[in-house]
């Protein structure tokens, strides 16, 4: 089905507010998670998984010079936090290809409310999902054996990395989802997600990574949302290790929105 | 769809003839996953980057931990677990195409043909047997391009072959009997994370010796950690028909459960159609 023929409502025309539209939006996408138990599995069972496998099969990665921790878990759990966060966040900017294959989406493009509903919606619907992801996970790491000497603000720094990605990750889906309006962009978005996570040190700190991945990792934004998720279990939270998290948030985020708007205009000529 | 089904006692066919009829559908299936490269290049590309990955980033490991004795670089470690990935993932494929075939009603029609019942498997499980023996060449080929000998030689190139067609029609069986069962390519598709679950808590990535508690003491039990671990001798220290035969003989065993099941879900569905 294509959404080119019907016309868009101009700019200007576009009085309505934006926010009952967004708000709206969130809650379908979860009232629709929590209607299809299945998607609820992949939410929580993917993270909680790698959180097991990685944990359980590189036991012993802590043993090489440069692991910065000797319980493995203390590094693995915010991973799954982070990488969980962005299946949530993918998870619901995939949600929108089924309501451009129902038409669903049309009907939203042709109401007279501004189009930032539709970006704010799924945002507001990831960040609820991922809170949820990383309740989960940071119990079963928790229940593992994981160690939180951060504290409080160990929680705060994994908590903003985790939301960061989500966003970060709604926007990738967006953006894509608005180029390849079908389901054929789930392996792509997937295979993106995947580069990303296993291309930075998500499971090996950079000093010990001896190969070509090394300078991917260096340079890969995630490398140091990484750094602030596992900041508060590796120690004490710093400035000087959250900033570059924090920016790295940002950039991204920018970057991948403007993917994300300039892809609803090619939906919508 | 209504089809006329022969009666399975009604079709007498020669053995000669069976055995045409399988190659024929076997010829058919090769040529489908040819056609095909978006279903079987994830299955070649995606092993291979999990393992360039990890040489990369997990490359030290052979140096400091447990279990790596012997072995030059993680690379080679890994070419037996690539191997079994692929051809776990590749497999899935056939499963996949027999659902399809019955979606698409070309099975009814093959039912309604004096066709050998057991070729219809038969002829799909040598494909993607065949197809396994590909994935390890190339495999082997583009490994060895990156350093990687294996160990036993020829032998041992033999046996990886031998070891990858055999594993073939083991998640090919288990999947054609699933896809005979439901019907559904996409409930073949489903069992894909549990291959995944079963590739990753066993040796495949990383040994057992470097794990530990009750995680160690379920890959160590994992059949997938039989299989990989003697071809994975065969890699990195050299011919060893002991190992070869607890590799290839688990996986044989659990080829003959695969067949047999699917074989039963072949009798139930044309009991069904009947």
């Given at each position: 089905?294509?959404?080119?023929?019907?016309?868009?409502?101009?700019?200007?025309?576009?009085?309505?507010?934006?926010?009952?539209?967004?708000?709206?939006?969130?809650?379908?996408?979860?009232?629709?998670?929590?209607?299809?138990?299945?998607?609820v599995?992949?939410?929580?069972?993917?993270?909680?998984?790698?959180?097991?496998?990685?944990?359980?099969?590189?036991?012993?990665?802590?043993?090489?010079?440069?692991?910065?921790?000797?319980?493995?878990?203390?590094?693995?759990?915010?991973?799954?936090?982070?990488?969980g966060?962005?299946?949530?966040?993918?998870?619901?900017?995939?949600?929108?290809?089924?309501?451009?294959?129902?038409?669903?989406?049309?009907r939203?493009?042709l109401?007279?409310?501004?189009?930032?509903?539709?970006?704010?919606?799924?945002?507001?619907?990831?960040?609820?999902?991922?809170?949820?992801?990383?309740?989960?996970?940071?119990?079963?790491?928790f229940?593992?054996?994981a160690?939180?000497?951060?504290?409080?603000?160990?929680?705060?720094?994994?908590?903003?990395?985790?939301?960061?990605?989500?966003?970060?990750?709604?926007?990738?889906?967006?953006?894509?989802?608005?180029?390849?309006?079908?389901q054929?962009?789930?392996?792509?978005?997937?295979?993106?997600?995947?580069?990303?996570?296993?291309?930075?040190?998500?499971?090996?700190?950079?000093?010990?990574?001896?190969?070509?991945?090394?300078?991917?990792?260096?340079?890969?934004?995630?490398?140091?949302?990484?750094?602030?998720?596992?900041?508060?279990?590796?120690?004490?939270?710093?400035?000087?290790?959250?900033?570059?998290?924090?920016?790295?948030?940002?950039?991204?985020?920018?970057?991948?929105?403007?993917?994300?708007v300039?892809?609803?205009?090619?939906?919508?000529? | 769809?209504?089809?006329?089904?022969?009666?399975?006692?009604?079709?007498?066919?020669?053995?000669?003839?069976?055995?045409?009829?399988?190659?024929?559908?076997?010829?058919r299936?090769?040529r489908?996953?040819?056609?095909?490269?978006?279903?079987?290049?994830?299955?070649?590309?995606?092993?291979?980057f999990?393992?360039?990955?990890?040489?990369?980033?997990?490359?030290?490991?052979?140096?400091?931990?447990p279990?790596?004795?012997?072995?030059?670089?993680?690379?080679?470690?890994?070419?037996?677990?690539?191997?079994?990935?692929?051809?776990?993932?590749?497999?899935?494929?056939?499963?996949?195409?027999?659902?399809?075939?019955?979606?698409?009603?070309?099975?009814?029609?093959?039912?309604a043909?004096?066709?050998?019942?057991t070729?219809?498997?038969?002829?799909?499980?040598?494909?993607?047997?065949?197809?396994?023996a590909?994935?390890?060449?190339?495999?082997?080929?583009?490994?060895?391009?990156?350093?990687?000998?294996?160990?036993?030689?020829?032998?041992?190139?033999?046996?990886?072959?031998?070891?990858?067609?055999?594993?073939?029609?083991?998640?090919?069986g288990?999947?054609?009997?699933?896809?005979?069962?439901?019907?559904?390519?996409?409930?073949?598709?489903?069992?894909?994370?549990?291959?995944f679950?079963?590739?990753?808590?066993?040796?495949?990535?990383?040994?057992?010796?470097?794990?530990?508690?009750?995680?160690?003491?379920?890959?160590?039990?994992?059949?997938?950690?039989?299989?990989?671990?003697?071809?994975?001798?065969?890699?990195?220290?050299?011919?060893?028909?002991?190992?070869?035969?607890?590799?290839?003989?688990?996986?044989?065993?659990?080829?003959?459960?695969?067949?047999?099941?699917?074989?039963?879900?072949?009798?139930?569905?044309?009991?069904?159609?009947?």
């Amino acid at each position: 089905m294509t959404t080119t023929a019907i016309p868009s409502v101009a700019p200007s025309e576009r009085s309505a507010s934006w926010v009952p539209v967004a708000w709206a939006l969130a809650q379908r996408s979860l009232v629709t998670t929590l209607r299809v138990p299945a998607a609820v599995v992949p939410l929580v069972a993917m993270p909680m998984f790698f959180v097991i496998a990685f944990s359980g099969s590189f036991s012993r990665l802590s043993d090489l010079p440069s692991f910065p921790t000797d319980n493995v878990l203390d590094w693995f759990v915010p991973f799954g936090v982070v990488q969980g966060a962005a299946f949530a966040g993918f998870g619901t900017g995939f949600g929108t290809v089924r309501d451009i294959e129902t038409g669903f989406f049309d009907r939203l493009l042709l109401a007279p409310g501004s189009r930032a509903g539709l970006f704010v919606g799924p945002v507001i619907a990831s960040i609820v999902r991922t809170t949820f992801t990383v309740a989960v996970v940071l119990a079963l790491g928790f229940a593992l054996g994981a160690t939180l000497p951060g504290g409080a603000l160990g929680l705060l720094a994994i908590w903003a990395a985790a939301m960061g990605m989500a966003v970060i990750a709604t926007g990738w889906a967006l953006g894509l989802v608005f180029r390849v309006p079908n389901q054929r962009a789930g392996p792509i978005l997937q295979i993106g997600i995947f580069f990303t996570t296993f291309l930075s040190t998500g499971n090996v700190p950079l000093p010990d990574q001896i190969g070509w991945t090394r300078p991917i990792a260096r340079l890969n934004p995630l490398t140091n949302i990484l750094e602030l998720s596992r900041q508060g279990f590796l120690g004490d939270v710093t400035w000087r290790t959250t900033w570059p998290g924090l920016v790295a948030i940002a950039g991204t985020t920018a970057v991948l929105w403007v993917f994300a708007v300039t892809g609803l205009r090619k939906l919508t000529p | 769809m209504t089809v006329a089904v022969l009666d399975p006692h009604e079709v007498r066919i020669g053995r000669r003839q069976a055995v045409a009829q399988a190659s024929a559908l076997a010829r058919r299936s090769i040529r489908g996953t040819i056609r095909q490269p978006q279903v079987w290049l994830p299955g070649l590309l995606f092993p291979m980057f999990i393992a360039a990955v990890n040489t990369s980033t997990m490359g030290k490991a052979v140096e400091f931990l447990p279990g790596f004795e012997g072995v030059d670089s993680l690379l080679d470690f890994l070419l037996p677990a690539s191997i079994t990935q692929s051809v776990l993932f590749g497999g899935l494929t056939a499963g996949s195409d027999t659902a399809t075939d019955i979606q698409t009603g070309f099975f009814d029609r093959l039912l309604a043909s004096p066709v050998s019942r057991t070729s219809i498997l038969v002829g799909r499980l040598a494909g993607a047997s065949v197809t396994g023996a590909f994935q390890a060449v190339v495999f082997m080929a583009i490994y060895g391009a990156f350093g990687v000998r294996v160990a036993a030689g020829l032998p041992g190139a033999l046996l990886l072959i031998v070891y990858a067609m055999v594993l073939a029609l083991v998640i090919g069986g288990f999947a054609a009997m699933l896809a005979l069962r439901t019907g559904s390519a996409e409930a073949v598709q489903n069992v894909f994370p549990l291959t995944f679950i079963g590739l990753f808590i066993s040796s495949a990535f990383f040994p057992t010796s470097s794990m530990s508690g009750l995680y160690r003491s379920i890959a160590t039990r994992n059949p997938v950690t039989w299989m990989v671990d003697g071809m994975r001798h065969q890699v990195i220290v050299g011919l060893d028909w002991g190992e070869a035969a607890t590799s290839i003989g688990v996986a044989a065993g659990l080829a003959v459960l695969a067949i047999y099941g699917a074989q039963r879900a072949l009798r139930t569905r044309l009991r069904r159609a009947a």
